[in-house]
């Protein structure tokens, strides 16, 4: 019987089961937002959050402490400078799960996990809106290209204008090259006919 016995064994011993979350739990750290499993989103999120409040904490006990779970200086680093300050008015809750797809390989749940104003998070809305925004744009220059169909024929005669002139100037562009080659010397006319024999 497993009672009292918390936490998902993920298919790892202890030992591999905690490198994992280590590493997921620097990777969230660093870039801020990944994309992983549910259940490893759901495991490594106290992780997380606790590595932040030692990081509002900022003494040199929090550094050692956080210095001892994550696995890169520069994480550490990132966490007391930028990521610690920017969450200084807020108690906890610092991350966000949000469920994205199937993977394809094994049919598995996947989840982005991230900070709360992280910056790729608030690109990704804006680029988001951006493109709500552009839609609507090409939605409304479609129906005002609906409403001004019958101006196109014209379009089409000056395309045929365009053709005409691109002809002509090939054409020219033919006789200048064909006016710039020598003409054969005739001892080379006498060469091939001695060759021929």
Known sequence: MRHRMGGRQLGRNSSHRKALFRTLVTSVLDKERIETTIAKAKEIRPMVERMITFGKRGDLAARRIAA???????VVKKLFDTIAPRFKDRNGGYTRIIRTRARIGDGAEMALIELLGAPA????EKTKEEKK???AKKGKEEKKAEAAKPAKPA???KKEEKAKGKGEEEKAAKKKKTEEKPKEKPRQAGKKKAKEK
């Open 68 to 74: 001892a779970f994550i696995s890169s200086n520069d």
């Open 121 to 124: 998070a608030e690109a990704a």
């Open 133 to 135: 925004k552009g839609q």
């Open 155 to 157: 379009k089409k005669e």
